[in-house]
């Protein structure tokens, strides 16, 4: 899918797993450069660790192929393929200390003198005085050091990582991330990341392929599937988005206009996936940072050509750097906006009248034909999300 | 007043202790009736002070022969079950097969039948199959209800070990032989060493089935119940202090290894 085939490339093709009428893993094109951080993004169940354990070698696909390179490794057993796995409850040998720990795979290689090795991989993950404690003796990310470590001294074509981060809290995992980032530029191995954490995902890898119920929905980088998301579950899933439903009322070569709750919106022709004519429907979307929100009173100091939403504010939740409006209005209920705490307006309380204005260029249009809600689930109140995790993005508590 | 308050603070300690008492007493019964010169046949009621049983512990005819016999009966009946147990225990854990359901119930049935019951229709059983009643078969009872309580053991540990542990090896080289025997055994060990103790300890000191299926042959309890009925030297007092006190040494031993470790460990890391 992404960039062309050469000498150290994961390459999945048709892959697919079945566990009796239930498909895990719908066939599946996939292929992760050498040398890049690629992340694997789902909510759990997604199919996304079934994935990653096919590559291992834990999990036999019930079809299509694995290849490294130009070597087909899809017979090939877990203990003869060149690649390794950090563990998500990190599974590090309980009766062997951190030493023997991180020596097994260079022992069972046959390696005779691993000690310089060793004694080396510990200090990348800063653990040299830790080498004779047993696993148990150490703090969480001290354990996710130890496997990292384990799995690194292989020097494996590629590195899979099954939510190593999950068990950590919030400050060690954005540490940790950091760490991970840094380790991988340094040995230039291929990274394979599953997790559930969008915003994890964002920050370390350079292409991200969102999952969802056994299907890549979405591949591309960071900035990309955000700014442009192709579906409602990846607009939704990372970060937050606004989407209203509108109908089209004419489509020109470059801008779309759409009517929404008695409000017209314009689409930059080029960000709608799906063919608009008048009359078709759309979803519309917009994300909540690049919305502003201006008091009915004023409505003449909002600049020309943005599109417009009027509303009543229901919730502002005050956090500091930004405060988040909740704004209902006939276009849709419950809609989001993040606004900095620059010159904040006072009146902008629950049940102020309000105008909820963005750029054009910032719209974006997904075809109507899908769940509005889809991807919103993971916190199980899907639309007041934001405001209920205190943060401008949603945090997936799992 | 101030007594009460006393025990008051430290009723878990003088509950604790009295417990222990209670426990300890019959052993030490035992150890002391063994320097006993005891009037007549029976060693039953403190005469004077001797340590003739002491140095000469197999001064009675067939003592130590049936200790002897009970010793590598024990042997052999802990290594036939622990290796057959710990088989049918990773079985039972890790496979799904036919007949799963019974064999993890009826693995139960020893253990929860009368022993009497068992030794009798062992002793059915092997007079109709016209197998001759000695060593072997004692041997063959023991194996069977000890494999019980092997299997129990070990399937307790093999059912709360992270399956992952293994896919980590096998994901780091380790073929299904390695992987077993570097990771797999070791962390199974302690279920299969308590399984093979407890092995050891039903095996040595059983009497039921054992009398059973014995024919004339004569196990150390046998020589012990069959002694009670004729006189007790005190030779047989020697032979159970002797066994009681080989038994604390092996836990004191094993304790301060473990904490020689320990404190090795702790060295070795303060000075690195």
């Known amino acids: 899918m992404t960039g062309t085939p050469s000498g150290g490339d994961v390459r999945l093709s048709g892959i697919s797993r079945v ?15 050498e040398g890049s951080f690629f992340a694997l993004l789902g909510a759990s169940g997604c199919g996304k660790t079934t994935t990653l354990r096919m590559i ?23 203990y003869k393929r060149p690649v390794n796995t950090v563990f998500q409850s990190y599974a590090l040998f309980p009766h062997l200390d951190v030493f023997e720990n991180v020596a097994f795979g260079l022992r069972r290689r046959g390696v005779r003198s691993v000690k310089r090795q060793v004694g080396e991989m510990l200090d990348l993950v800063q653990l040299g005085e830790h080498a004779r404690r047993k696993p148990h003796q150490l703090s969480g990310g001290q354990q996710q050091r130890v496997a990292v470590a384990r799995a690194l001294i292989n020097h494996p074509r590629v590195l899979l990582l099954d939510e190593p981060l999950g068990a950590l809290d919030l400050k060690l995992r954005r540490r940790m991330q950091l760490e991970l980032k840094r380790i991988q530029t340094e040995v230039g191995i291929t990274f394979i990341h599953v997790t559930h954490d969008q915003e994890e995902a964002m920050a370390m890898a350079d292409t991200v392929a969102v999952m969802n119920a056994g299907r890549v929905e979405q591949l591309g980088a960071p900035a990309d599937l955000y700014e442009n998301p192709a579906t409602t579950f990846v607009a939704n899933f990372l970060g937050t988005s606004n989407l209203i439903e509108a ?51 004023e409505t003449d100091r909002i600049p020309d050509g943005r599109n417009r939403v009027t ?18 209005s006939p276009a849709g ?66 | 007043m101030a007594l009460l308050a006393w025990i008051r603070r430290r009723l878990v300690v003088v509950f604790g202790l009295l417990t222990l008492a209670y426990l300890l007493l019959p052993n030490v019964v035992v150890t002391v009736f063994s320097f006993n010169d005891p009037v007549g046949r029976f060693n039953y009621s403190w005469h004077a002070f001797s340590t003739d049983a002491w140095s000469d512990p197999c001064g009675v005819s067939g003592l130590c022969g049936s200790l002897a016999l009970s010793l590598q009966l024990a042997l052999w009946a802990t290594l036939a079950a622990t290796v057959l147990g710990t088989l049918i225990a990773f079985a039972l854990a890790r496979h799904r097969f036919r007949g799963r359901g019974a064999v993890n119930s009826l693995i139960f049935l020893p253990m929860a039948m009368p022993e009497v019951v068992m030794a009798a229709s062992l002793l059915t059983l092997f007079l109709n199959t016209g197998a001759r009643l000695g060593f072997w078969t004692v041997l063959i009872a023991h194996i069977t209800f000890c494999l019980s309580f092997v299997v129990t053991a070990v399937k ?32 199974a060990w302690p279920g299969i060493a308590a399984g093979a103790l407890l092995a050891f300890a039903l095996s040595f000191d059983d009497f039921i089935i054992t009398n059973f299926t014995a024919g004339s042959t004569v196990t150390f309890p046998m020589y012990v119940w069959g002694s009670a009925q004729r006189g007790t030297p005190v030779q047989i007092n020697v032979v159970g202090t002797a066994m009681f006190l080989v038994a604390v040494l092996v836990v004191v031993v094993s304790m301060a290894v473990g904490n020689g470790r320990r404190r090795m460990q702790e060295m070795t890391r303060k000075q690195a």
């Open chain 1, 19 to 33: 566990y009796g009428d239930f498909t895990a893993v719908h066939p599946l094109d996939l292929t992760v450069p």
């Open chain 1, 333 to 398: 209920l419950g809609l989001a906006v993040y606004a900095q705490n620059v010159d904040r307006d006072p009146r902008l309380a629950p049940g102020a009248e309000v105008v909820l204005h963005w750029s054009r260029a910032h719209t974006f249009a997904l075809d109507a034909a899908q769940d509005i809600d889809a991807g919103t689930e993971t916190l199980g109140t899907a639309d007041v999300s934001g405001t209920v995790a205190g943060t401008p993005v949603k945090e997936d508590a799992g």
């Open chain 2, 156 to 187: 307790a540990r093999v059912m709360s070990m992270d399956p992952r542990l293994e896919q980590a090896a096998q994901d780091l080289y380790a073929g299904p032989a390695q992987t077993f025997l570097r990771v797999t055994l070791p962390i």
């Open chain 1, 311 to 328: 509303g009543v504010v229901t919730e502002a939740s005050f956090l500091g750097v930004s405060t988040q409006y909740l704004v209902n």
């Open chain 1, 247 to 297: 109908e089209v009322v004419s489509a020109a070569t470059d801008e779309i206009l759409v009517r929404a709750g008695g409000d017209t919106l314009g689409v930059p022709a080029e960000r709608c996936p799906v063919p608009a004519a008048a009359g078709t429907r759309l979803l519309v979307g917009v994300r909540p940072e690049k919305a502003a929100l201006t008091h009915a009173d």
């Open chain 1, 56 to 78: 291992a070698g834990l999990e036999e696909p019930s079809t299509g192929t694995v290849h490294l390179g130009d070597q087909d490794v899809t017979r090939l057993p877990a």
